[in-house]
């Protein structure tokens, strides 16, 4: 999963606008099946949802990545 992460290229808005990043993640988890049986995350599980772990986890990155560079441009 690192590399399609990595090789994926997220279209987000990186903006700083953590309260719309959380309702993007509220409507994921509300999503039926997204929480597995016995909360034990397997490789079936990742196959299933590697359609939207890999795009949420690259604009993770981005966004992390854009709060990362505009702390350390302020100083």
């Known amino acids: 999963m690192r590399a399609a992460v990595g090789a994926e290229k997220p279209t987000v808005d990186a903006s700083l606008a953590p309260g719309r990043w959380a309702e993007e993640s509220c409507r994921v988890v509300s999503t ?3 929480y597995p049986t016995g909360h034990k995350l ?3 599980y990742a196959q299933r949802w590697d359609s939207t772990l890999v795009p ?3 604009a ?4 992390l990545a854009a709060v990362l560079n505009g702390s350390l441009a302020s100083r």
């Open 42 to 44: 397997d490789d079936v």
């Open 56 to 58: 949420r986890m690259a």
């Open 32 to 34: 039926d099946g997204f």
């Open 60 to 63: 993770a990155a981005g966004r």
